[in-house]
């Protein structure tokens, strides 16, 4: 019993994350209609410049707190910088390309991004300083650290907060009508490429914030670390149903529970014959399972064959 | 229709038309050079290269392969390199001290491929319904799992001997004549990289001509149909979902073919060669050469594989000679350069380097083709 709690707590505080990031992918694929594959590298490059600006503040006196607070706020505007450099470059002169030129693109940045920041950074992992307040707490048993109460709750009040955004401001109505109809969007003079500019700097900046959440709940930060994160987050949003914001909140939240349940129980399932390291295997499996029964994902909507 | 009178075009451009003698001196001065490039490349470059020459002969196999699933039917694979892994880890398991099977080559190579030919079926039968993307996250996965399971496969009961991987696989014999020894023919030294060219060439040449009399066939055409409609093809009589699966297989055969040739050339193979940036590289190689036209995917394997290689030889250097001192790693900056380059190549040529004749078209100037594409971008963004 208490391992099964244990298991949905490290669940729920894994699918936070994965659901920011996957949002992310989610927003750029509702307007576009493009995977975004450097999506998971943003989400590298926010924690490393979040480790930066920590690691400059960390001696100069001021609280903890407001030294992450202000890593938290770099980061994310670098972030938000970089997602808009990263459409104007790569996607912007390629939206009435063929559907997979901007694909390839995407990988190109992804590697582009990557060796900068093993440039930049190196190679070595680094530690993340521990700057909240990480006493354990006892709950029924399981262990739960403030730190990932944390996480969980910031991860709620930032969706909360986007689906405000996207459904009762002005410009998510904008969003919403580039991403139902561009040119009909367009008529009725909202301006495209400003809304498209604004969703990838908001999925970007929650791409900051998720990587300072994984490094803050790990202790690590790594240059490699947005790739496998970037993959989860990708197939949660393609699990709730992609261009969907509720599905991907869903989606993510599902998948870390399904990896850490799966990752804490397939060991006793199949008689100790598969271990652990099978947690990936049994993420993609439930993918796939899920594809085939609801091909457009779980709150994604029927999308009639296209003529 | 206007296909019909197009595609030959192709085939001239890479056989030449054997009425012309034009065509016939072109043809055989390729010949010749592709005989001789084994030894000019080691005599100006060294014996390393001839390695990745052969390396890159792989991958234009491997690039062709999945461009009949790419290019030619439009549906975008991720985990392709699932299919290299099967052949070659088939291979592996019974030509080596493994299993102590050493079964030959004859055997093992078709077995390996039909081996991929099943799982292609396997992974297309229950995912062909999935529309674009869904269907690319649901290979991606494929792929991984499959990885994974490579992996991890060495306990309770080691199969695959985990991430170590296999070593001393037996080399390619054809009769009594291994590849993997040097011999003297007609008074010509040829070393085991020399041997292994040439039998490349043969099947990478073999494939470039089944996938051109394909593209030519009914399921070219029926393919083709699919990538460009769905709908209408299939209102046109085609069974769409056995051509789709038609294409993964034949796909995934190539793919197994190659990973065996792989495995014996290697003679070690590991989980490591077969992740998801190889699988990437693939489809980068497909997309940039230019989708659904067999030279531009040619080029676009070969460069994919000799540009990083090139870099890696130039980026060390060129910093000594510039700056006096190694100022990046090279490592770091061959991969940033190459990176740079998929990007600009992109922008400057978005329909690839070489892109296929029905391509060209769609992307003329030509005001109503024009405006066609234009709405099914936004029909796409939907």
């Known amino acids: ?307 | 229709m206007m296909n019909k009178k197009q595609k030959p075009m192709i085939q001239e451009m890479i056989f030449g038309n054997p009425s012309s003698r034009k065509a016939w001196f072109v043809f055989a001065a390729l010949a010749v050079a592709l005989l001789l490039l084994p030894f000019a490349t080691e005599a100006l470059l060294g014996r390393g290269w001839v390695r990745i020459v052969d390396f890159a002969l792989l991958y234009i196999m491997l690039a062709l392969g999945l461009n009949i699933v790419v290019g030619y039917a439009g549906l975008l694979d991720l985990g392709y390199i699932a299919f290299f892994a099967v052949g070659a880890y088939c291979y592996a398991l019974l030509g080596s001290p493994q299993f102590g099977l050493h079964l030959p080559f004859w055997v093992v190579l078709p077995l390996g491929a039909l081996l991929a030919c099943a799982f292609g079926v396997l992974l297309g039968a229950p995912t062909l319904r999935l529309r674009g993307d869904y269907l690319a996250i649901v290979t991606l996965g494929f792929g991984e799992i499959i990885r994974i399971f490579l992996n991890n496969l060495n306990a309770p009961v080691n199969i695959t001997n985990g991430p170590q991987g296999i070593n001393m696989i037996d080399p390619i014999r054809i009769g009594g004549f291994s590849l993997s020894g040097t011999h003297e023919l007609f008074g010509i030294t040829f070393s085991p990289v020399h041997l292994y060219y040439y039998l490349f060439l043969c099947v990478t040449l073999l494939v470039i001509f089944v996938s051109l009399r394909l593209e030519d066939s009914r399921i070219g055409r029926a393919w083709m149909a699919i990538r460009e409609d769905e709908v209408a093809a299939s209102a046109m009589g085609i069974n769409t979902r056995d051509i789709k699966l038609l294409a993964f297989a034949m796909g995934a055969t190539f793919g197994g073919a190659a990973g065996g040739l792989f495995a014996g050339f290697q003679g070690f193979i590991s989980p490591e060669s077969f992740g998801l940036t190889e699988s990437v590289m693939v489809v980068c190689m497909v997309v940039l050469g230019g989708m659904g036209n067999i030279g531009g995917v040619v080029l676009g394997g070969a460069l994919l594989v000799l540009l990083p290689e090139a870099l890696r030889n130039g980026a060390g250097p060129a910093q000594q000679a510039l700056f006096g001192k190694t100022l990046i790693d090279p490592e770091s900056l061959r991969m940033l350069m190459f990176g740079l380059a998929l990007v600009l190549v992109m922008l400057w040529r978005p329909a690839g380097l070489w892109p296929s004749t029905q391509r060209r078209r769609e992307l003329s100037p030509d005001a109503e083709v024009a405006h066609q594409e234009q709405e099914s971008v936004y029909d796409a963004a939907k």
């Open chain 1, 1 to 307: 019993m208490e391992t099964l709690l244990q298991q949905i707590i490290n669940g729920l505080v894994q699918g936070s994350v994965y659901a920011l990031v996957a949002l992310g992918y989610t927003m750029v694929y509702g307007i576009l209609g493009l995977i975004n594959f450097a999506h998971g590298e943003v989400v590298m490059v926010g924690a490393m410049v979040a480790l930066s600006a920590i690691m400059l503040l960390i001696n100069s006196g001021l609280p903890p707190l407001l030294v992450l607070l202000a890593g938290m706020i770099v980061a994310a505007t670098a972030c938000m910088a970089l997602g808009y450099a990263i459409e104007r470059v790569a996607y912007r002169p390629l939206r009435n390309a063929p559907r997979l030129a901007p694909l390839i693109t995407a990988i190109g940045v992804s590697i582009v991004l990557q060796n900068l920041a093993m440039i930049i950074w190196g190679r070595e992992y680094h530690a993340f300083p521990q700057l909240l307040p990480n006493s354990p707490h006892m709950l029924a048993g399981a262990v739960i650290n403030e730190v990932q109460i944390i996480i969980v709750l910031a991860a709620l009040a930032v969706m909360a907060g986007l689906l405000v955004l996207v459904h009762r401001t002005r410009l998510g109505r904008a969003m919403r009508a580039v991403a139902e109809n561009p040119a009909a969007a367009a008529l009725m003079g909202v301006d495209i490429n400003a809304v498209i500019s604004v969703t990838f700097m908001t999925g970007s900046a929650l791409a900051a914030l998720a990587g300072i959440m994984v490094s803050a709940n790990y202790g690590i930060v790594h240059y490699y670390m947005g790739a496998i994160l970037g993959l989860k987050a990708f197939t949660a949003a393609v699990l709730g149903g992609i261009g969907n914001l509720r599905g991907a909140m869903l989606g993510g939240v599902l998948l870390g529970l399904i990896e850490s349940l799966g990752a804490g129980y397939i060991g006793d399932l199949s008689g100790g014959f598969f271990g652990s390291h099978y947690q990936d295997v049994f993420a993609f499996f439930v993918l796939i399972a899920v594809l085939i029964f609801r091909p457009s994902g779980l709150l994604g909507e029927r999308v009639a064959e296209r003529a």
